[in-house]
């Protein structure tokens, strides 16, 4: 309970300290921009709560893992961060209505506090982005395909341009 109460209160100031900064500096239309794994950065951190399931039309950034925890009083019980989706959010699913753009996958991080999770960052489906996905009304107009890219951190994976 301690340790969950301390991870809240740093992951809220050091969301509303990227929240006032990201005012400052303006990304050109088109630029190229690059997003940290979510050990490092999440923007929605200051209006997540900690929950022993994730509500319907919701994601989660984080996993806390227990014995005898606040999800499980008899054995071992996860909780779950959960934040509302948003653009550019690396979140630990892909919730209806979004695409992502890039993974990030961890031995025992935020989004698997026991085995190998993988995060995705999240964005809204929209004409001319690169997207690892091909969202419902969309279609693509060229593909790239990497070995260990941005849409499989283990093997071959495919972007797809959006346009729609």
């Known amino acids: 309970m301690k340790r969950s109460r301390i991870r809240t209160a740093i992951t809220a100031m050091v969301g509303s300290a990227a929240l006032a900064l990201g005012g400052l500096a303006a990304t050109p239309a088109g630029a190229a921009t690059s997003a940290a794994p979510p050990a490092q950065k999440s923007l929605t951190a200051a209006s997540g709560f900690w929950a022993c399931t994730v509500p319907a039309g919701k994601t989660y950034t984080d996993t806390d893992r227990r014995y005898r925890g606040n999800c499980n009083p008899s054995g071992w019980g ?6 509302d989706p948003a653009d550019g ?8 209505g979004y695409t992502y753009t890039d993974t990030d996958r961890t031995y025992r991080g935020n989004c698997n506090a026991q085995d190998w999770g993988t995060a995705y960052l999240l964005a809204v489906p929209r004409t001319g982005i690169w997207a690892c996905t091909i969202p419902p009304g969309f279609s693509y107009t060229d ?10 951190p283990q093997d071959w994976g495919t972007a797809y341009l959006l346009v729609g």
């Open 78 to 83: 996860t909780s779950y961060y959960v934040v």
């Open 143 to 152: 593909t790239d395909r990497r070995y260990r890219g941005n849409c499989n």
């Open 89 to 96: 959010v690396w979140a630990c699913t892909v919730p209806s």
